[in-house]
């Protein structure tokens, strides 16, 4: 079946400097890939999806790349700041049930000043 | 823009006994869903809906009815509540298309005694 296996957390940096999360994937389908992301308090929201091979998503300075070949859509920031601080979740939604999403663990990222 | 509703926040019930947690959403989205979220283990589907009176069972549907009162609502019961699944519990809604963005609520607490 489906799965999503991404970096275990927790992850801690400090303002400024680089961040990935890896996330790989198991599929026997063409998935669309996504991150979403939960702040304290709140259910999580929608960072950026990818539905194609070799494409890029982004949004708020994060980005990630479908690699088919590699199975895997690692999310990366150049420099993280303190309003980062949350939970990262990697997920992937396939056919036939199109609605259904199967996510990953979660990495919980704290961001120091 | 609409916001999804869960009731209550909070929820504390003795093992063995039956709860009930509600989910409104605004946004019009035909499309509602249930997961559970444990630490450590993501979000897992439960059960969703693609419309009223719908239901479709997710990987974690044991233990677990839900029902679809009205396009805007969506209830889940837990039938005898267990120590072993106190978690939050999150209710998301979005348009039936493929691969659509979810909205999520806030989440409701499970204690079990």
């Known amino acids: 079946g489906d799965s999503v296996t991404q970096t275990e957390g927790p992850v801690t940096l400090s303002e400024g400097t680089s961040l990935t999360v890896n996330c790989s994937y198991e599929t026997k389908q063409y998935p669309t890939l996504f991150w979403y992301v939960q702040y304290p308090g709140e259910g999580p929201q929608l960072l950026f999806k990818?539905?194609?091979?070799?494409e890029k998503g982004s949004n708020r300075g994060f980005e990630a790349t479908y690699n088919k070949e590699a199975t895997s859509f690692h999310l990366q920031k150049a420099s993280v700041q303190e309003s980062d601080s949350a939970v990262y979740y990697c997920a992937l939604g396939d056919g036939p049930n199109y609605n259904v999403l199967y996510f990953g663990s979660g990495t919980k990222l704290t961001v120091e000043p | 823009g609409g916001i999804i509703t869960q009731t209550p926040k909070f929820l504390i019930g003795q093992e063995g006994q039956k709860l009930t947690l509600k989910c409104q959403q605004n946004?019009?989205?035909?499309?509602m869903y249930w997961y559970r979220q444990d630490s450590g283990k993501g979000l897992r589907l439960i059960y969703y809906s693609i419309t009223e009176n719908d239901l479709q069972k997710g990987d974690l549907s044991e233990g677990y009815d839900a029902s679809r009162e009205k396009k805007s609502s969506f209830s889940l019961t837990v039938t005898s509540a267990q120590k072993n699944e106190m978690a939050v519990f999150l209710c998301a809604s979005s348009m039936n298309s493929n691969y659509a963005e979810q909205f999520f609520g806030p989440g409701t607490r499970l204690t079990v005694l």
């Open positions: 946004f019009n989205h035909d499309t």
């Open positions: 990818v539905p194609k091979a070799n």
